[in-house]
């Protein structure tokens, strides 16, 4: 007996859920042949192109397998022979309330269970109203439905109701037939980025670089067996940081040799960016974060630089490790050469074992070949800088400034000229810099004296204990050599009108 | 129950697309933490929220069987930051390396679902009795559960019957953790050791030093130590582990990674609450875990105990690039959840004076006078070594025990450098200032040292003044340093020293 029942429910289910056993075999998505072409700012073009058997005539398709972020008006829908009637983006989802609120008028099995025996007891019931409890009529009875009393057997799913939200595209087809029909549409939920693994060799002057890109899908809806196309760039309006900053990182406050490139790498491009194609197709899962090698260099030439720059015209009470710099160029001679897509540095170096250890990130914007990148690591732990105001004073200027001049014209008399003088007041700070290093390798250390520019007229290096350089109005630099296990003091006199 | 089993069976249909190697656990791993980049070296690390991390290097060996396969690492640590993840060792390299974070829950399971055949079992709440019916799933998860079964459609849990799902197998790509994973194409089956290193956060670690003075308080005895923690789930036993010390720079991270999937189902009902159903899943892993019980591991002695005693093992130092890394020279276990403390250093007879600092500005006393202590880090003086950051306690004997005197913290210094440590506030000695104009453009300031201690007191007084006015005339000489005048004075025991001097504004 029990094996007949076995047998007859295997027979009904198999008898119900033909479709179901056939997803079982192949559970695969409705997806068909997918492109993605992800931009860098949480952004991708999904091109999905499906075979689809339409009947002549006006139809309703759906689409199921879309990605859940999707932008549902930036659809795009091509089919040969079919024209669009409309397209539709359901999001009312099916929960048992609304399952209930739309089964009002109809009639519903209800299941009670004998709580002592566990008999099965069936009734058909018509649902009279949802609100607020559930008023169903059983024969002539009208009954409460509640305290999980009875299983409510529904003979269908209201239309309109979806598991998920679901994009629908009515068609009037010319002639019936299977046919591609491609899905066009942008979706959220997508964003990549590089990622720089460097290896450098301090004694041999070199770094070995590899590129990764870095890409993630956060949008809901897995992608198997997608041709993927990544764009180094970000479209489209929104700048993801109010526009007050430009994606570039500045070159203020960041050490010499930073110089944008003129080369153009030997890449894809698409107007303005570089493409990055990944070989034949991939995999992009939900809520996953993807690497593929783009980049491998060995041995380009790199050196390692220090880096201080003192804000203002001020002291500090204990001397300041330096900045430690990594430079390296993306030039085709003499460096990584190709163009580098924005993203993270992670530089490395071997420990005394041989060991590759972490030293220091940076962050890069995206960077023409040809660049030269001077990034900060971190700081030197036995190269410091100790800036001290040693004098501060008011100078009254003997030269006299001519700065007001004009002319009096008296009828009949020749013009007179007359000239304002005006004395000129500086105030003459003088500065030391105390660079000191205790490594057993004698080190340069590029120091900048930045907060020059006071709007107020010109500025005056009347002595410098080593020669330097304006870099611009607001900062002058000066390459200090300090010897081993030694110290060097720049001494430096400012004349400013503030 | 057999026939349950059998059905589900039936179901089941293994859906693995090509092959999978799993590698459960390294062979060796080496571990090197980072300090966190933001405390400051007298702040104590928080066991419950460690913000630094940790370079975590593992050499594992697998099979790569020959053509595209994928190979999963397991065991790697919970704060993992894939994108820094690099494998090397591989015959034909890495296609792609994935971290999936889509991962096993009632609510993705039952997403998966969707469409497909699964058990609906019912059990009788008083017999026992248990049902099995077919069904398919008609819902997505976040509306509940919706099935299909022979008679109709059913929301779930509805009736008063304990009724759950039984599903035939677990999707290939949902995992019980974020796992990261390399696609492989090798050309040859072969066995390789691989090496997988990663960034991990979650790791810290700290330098304290304990400074005992001698009876004669012009020497002291410095022990230095190495504390590291781990708030990982991991643990690594027997690893080779290293700190590095010095300021390495770390950019900010943008969040733009895919955060973990994974949620509870509930079923709700049209009638009646919310029921909760479903097996409880731990929380998503990205807030910091509390430290449980923090497993304390002291390799010789505890770091603040003033008793002396000598000290097994000493991390070794080397320098690294413009850093400095310290060695623990024998394997060690970096414990889940766990801190432990090596010796940095011990240094015997350490050259340290004690004095008083006060500050003036114009005529005006800055603060308080604050009790410090200097030397200078050099062979001359004792010491002469890298001194990584940290907080420091200073003892001074008292009979046979100890008394802590003092504490401050230390910043990193280099060899070579001055250390005028802060380790408290004065309070038997006290300075006044004193003015009184003369004309218009100068004033005559007196500042007066007062000494209550029965010995004699080293006093510095930095005086700094408006680049307006200059000093003139001080009745003592002052020397010069870091851009202002120091009045050095030994001022005698239960004594007074005074310093005259005047302040002129140009005409």
């Known amino acids: 007996m029990r094996t007949s029942t076995q047998a007859a429910l295997l027979c009904a289910a198999a008898a119900l859920l033909p479709a179901a056993l056939h997803a079982q075999s192949a559970p695969a998505s409705a997806q068909g042949d997918v492109a993605l072409t992800i931009y860098n700012n949480d952004l991708a073009l999904v091109q999905d192109t499906r075979t689809m058997t339409l009947p002549k005539g006006r139809s309703r398709q759906e689409f199921p397998d879309v990605s859940a972020n999707i932008r549902p008006e930036t659809v795009t829908l091509s089919a040969g022979g079919a024209g669009i009637v409309e397209q539709n983006f359901d999001y009312d989802l099916l929960t048992p309330d609304k399952l209930m609120d739309k089964a009002v008028g109809q009639t519903v099995t209800l299941v009670r269970t004998n709580p002592a025996t566990g008999a099965e007891t069936r009734e058909s019931a018509t649902i009279l109203a949802n609100n607020g409890g559930t008023i169903v009529r059983v024969g002539d009875r009208i009954e409460v439905l509640g305290g999980y009393g009875a299983r409510v057997v529904f003979p269908s799913l209201p239309a309109g109701l979806r598991a998920r939200p679901t994009l629908s595209v009515t068609l009037d087809a010319d002639a019936g037939g299977a046919r591609p029909v491609t899905l066009n549409y942008l979706s959220r939920g997508f964003g990549w980025s590089a990622d720089y693994v460097a290896l450098f060799d301090d004694a041999a002057g070199k770094i070995d670089v590899q590129g990764w890109i870095t890409l993630n899908n956060s949008s809901g809806t897995a992608f198997p067996d997608a041709k993927v196309l990544l764009v180094a760039g970000a479209v489209g309006q929104e700048s993801p940081n109010n526009g007050y900053q430009s994606a570039r990182p500045r070159m203020i406050g960041r050490p010499s040799g930073n110089s944008p490139g003129t080369e153009t790498a030997n890449r894809e491009t698409l107007g303005d960016f570089y493409l990055y194609p990944i070989a034949g197709r991939t995999t992009v899962a939900n809520a996953q974060q993807k690497q593929v090698s783009f980049l491998d260099v060995a041995g380009a030439p790199a050196s390692k630089g220090y880096y201080f720059r003192n804000d203002w015209l001020g002291s500090r009470d204990e001397a300041a490790s330096v900045d430690s710099v990594l430079r390296f160029s993306s030039s085709r001679s003499g460096g990584l050469g190709d163009a580098l897509p924005a993203g993270t540095v992670r530089v490395y170096m071997r420990d005394a074992r041989g060991s590759p250890q972490f030293i220091g990130e940076n962050r890069i914007g995206h960077t023409p070949m040809g660049s030269s990148l001077a990034l900060k690591t971190g700081e030197a732990f036995d190269v410091k800088v100790q800036p001290t105001v040693q004098k501060r004073e008011r100078i009254m200027s003997d030269e006299w400034e001519r700065t007001a001049r004009y002319r009096i014209s008296v009828d009949g008399k020749p013009p007179r000229e007359v000239t304002i003088d005006n004395t000129k007041e500086f105030w003459r700070t003088t500065m030391t810099y105390k660079v000191t290093n205790a490594k057993a390798t004698p080190v340069t250390v590029e120091v900048v004296q930045a907060g020059l520019d006071t709007w107020w007229g010109d500025n005056r290096v009347p002595s410098e204990s080593l020669k330097g350089t304006q870099r611009s109005a607001d900062e002058r630099t000066w390459q200090v050599p300090v010897p081993a296990n030694g110290e060097t003091t720049l001494t430096v006199q400012f004349d400013t009108r503030y | ?507």
């Open chain 2, 1 to 507: 129950m057999r026939r349950f089993l059998a059905l589900l069976a039936l179901l089941a249909a293994p859906a693995w697309g090509q092959t999978v190697v799993v590698s459960p656990a390294p062979d060796s791993t080496a571990v090197t933490v980072y300090r966190a980049p933001e405390r400051s070296s007298d702040t104590a690390m928080n066991l419950g929220w460690l913000q630094g991390y940790a370079l975590i290097t593992e050499k594992r060996t697998v099979s790569i069987p020959k053509g595209r396969a994928t190979v999963r690492f397991e065991g790697v640590a919970a704060g993992l930051f894939p994108e820094s993840a690099i494998i090397s060792g591989l015959p034909a390299g890495v296609r792609e390396k994935n971290m999936d974070a889509d991962l096993l829950s009632p609510a993705t399971l039952y997403a998966r679902g969707f469409g497909r055949p699964v058990l609906l079992r019912r059990l009788h709440p008083k017999s026992g009795k248990e049902r099995l019916e077919r069904a398919v799933i008609r819902s997505g998860p976040d509306g509940s559960a919706i099935l299909q079964t022979a008679d109709g459609f059913e929301a779930i849990n509805c009736s008063g019957l304990s009724e759950s799902i039984a599903y035939p197998g677990v999707p290939a790509d949902l995992s019980a953790k974020p796992t990261l994973s390399v696609e492989t194409d090798s050309p040859v089956a072969a066995k390789v050791t691989l090496s997988l290193s990663y960034l991990a956060w979650g790791f810290d670690w700290q330098a304290n030093y304990v400074l005992r003075m001698h009876e004669d308080g012009r020497k002291a005895d410095l022990d230095a130590w190495v504390t590291l923690a781990s708030s990982d789930s991991t643990s690594y036993p027997e690893a080779e582990a290293a700190l590095v010390a010095g300021k390495v720079n770390r950019e900010a991270d943008d969040g733009a990674r895919p955060q973990p999937t994974g949620d509870s189902l509930t079923f709700r009902c049209f009638i009646g609450p919310p029921m909760q159903v479903g097996m409880a899943i731990p929380a998503p892993p990205p807030a910091p875990m509390m430290m449980e019980a923090a497993d304390m591991m002291v390799t010789a002695m505890r770091a603040n105990s003033p008793m002396k005693m000598k000290a097994a093992v000493v991390v070794q130092q080397e320098a690294l690039g413009d850093l400095k890394l310290y060695r623990v020279p024998m394997p060690t276990t970096v414990a889940a959840n766990a801190q432990k403390q090596v010796m940095l250093a011990q240094k015997r007879g350490v050259t340290v004076t004690p004095f008083v600092q006060v500050d003036v500005y114009d005529a005006y006393v800055q603060g308080d006078a604050a009790l410090m202590l200097r030397t200078r880090n050099r062979k001359e003086e004792g010491l002469g070594l890298p001194l990584p950051g940290g907080p420091i306690t200073v003892f001074e004997p008292r009979g046979e025990n100890a008394v802590l005197i003092g504490e401050g913290g230390v910043p990193d210094k280099a060899v070579g450098e001055d250390l005028d440590l802060r380790i408290g506030t004065a309070t038997q000695l006290a300075l006044e200032a004193n003015e009184t104009a003369l004309n218009d453009k100068t004033r005559a300031v007196t500042l007066t040292a007062s000494n209550a201690r029965a010995q004699p007191v080293r006093l510095e007084v930095r005086i700094a003044h408006g680049s307006e006015s200059q000093l003139l005339t001080p009745s003592a000489k002052l020397k010069r340093k870091d851009g202002r005048d120091v009045w050095a004075v030994t001022v005698p025991a239960n004594a007074r020293a005074t310093l005259r001097y005047t302040l002129r504004r140009p005409s």
